[in-house]
């Protein structure tokens, strides 16, 4: 392994999350690259400082992907939305293959909806990667860790940060259930230091939940964000209060501390 892939990253899906975590890494001296679908794309992760390579799932064989051989692999794969999600694992599966004839820290991002309709406190352990499941999100898990065992699966929980809130989307709404149900959401900055640290350490096999370990209810956060931004506040029904809440503890037993502990003190800057 030479010394420029000892200190280098591919971010498989360089969105919202992966461009900002690859420009930190950069002015750190680390080598990233960033897949994107569209070569238009390029310019974007280059204002970054991130190198681009074009890369669009699926393909007609894995043999036809061509991607960098670097120390650390994100996969940040978005799933899609309808019937999209359903391609969603073999897309996982076709660039497992590839990674797995690699020496490579496999990382992937994966979501607390992999928990389903679970109520109450959920842990890691609550569900696993199963290749079988009619969840999309825990078949792509089940498929990267039968090529990868030893791949790192962080479950996200809701993303919010500067300039992105989902209270914008429920502003002005009215008589949506489940006011009192716990919000589960993650801050961006949280899942970029989570990231790092996993590398850092060299971690593998693990699977982590990364939720900010306080939970305000669904009225609470979302009429004081909206308050926040200077938005119409939206309006809950009552209920929800045995609704599915993340536990974080298993990342923080790992040294991990979260900077943006409770999303109510969220303040876009």
């Not at 990667?129 to 065992?149: C, Q």
């Not at 009215?174 to 350490?201: F, Q, S």
């Not at 004081?224 to 923080?252: R, V, W, Y």
Request: some cysteine; hydrophobic content about 35%; charged content about 25%.
């Amino acid at each position: 392994m030479n010394s420029e892939k000892n200190d280098s990253l591919l971010i498989v899906g360089c969105g919202w999350v992966g461009k900002k975590l690859g420009h930190q890494l950069v002015n750190k001296g680390t080598i990233v690259y960033g897949t994107t679908r569209s070569s238009s794309n390029f310019s974007n992760l280059s204002d970054h400082l991130i190198k681009a390579v074009k890369l669009d799932l699926p393909v007609s064989s894995p043999s036809k992907i061509r991607i960098p051989d670097t120390a650390t692999v994100l996969i940040s794969i978005s799933p899609g939305r309808g019937e999209d999600r359903s391609s969603y694992p073999a897309n996982i599966g076709q660039l497992a293959k590839v990674l797995a004839q690699r020496n490579a820290q496999v990382i992937m991002y994966s979501s607390t909806s992999s928990y389903g309709n679970i109520n109450g406190e959920v842990s890691e352990d609550d569900v696993e990667p199963k290749t079988e499941s009619k969840n999309v999100i825990l078949a792509a898990e089940g498929v990267l860790r039968e090529h990868i065992p030893n791949a790192v699966i962080l479950r996200l929980a809701g993303l919010y940060g500067k300039d992105r809130h989902p209270a914008k989307y429920l502003a002005g709404r009215k008589g949506i259930k489940d006011g009192d149900a716990p919000v589960n959401l993650v801050h961006r900055e949280d899942v970029i230091r989570a990231t790092e640290m996993i590398i850092r350490k060299g971690l593998h096999g693990e699977i982590f939940n990364i939720c900010a370990p306080v939970h305000p209810t669904k009225k609470e956060v979302y009429t004081t964000i909206a308050g926040k931004l200077g938005l119409n506040k939206p309006e809950f029904l009552a209920g929800g209060e045995d609704g599915k809440q993340i536990s974080s503890d298993k990342i923080m037993s790992f040294g991990f501390e979260f900077i943006n502990k409770d999303p109510l003190s969220f303040l876009e800057t």
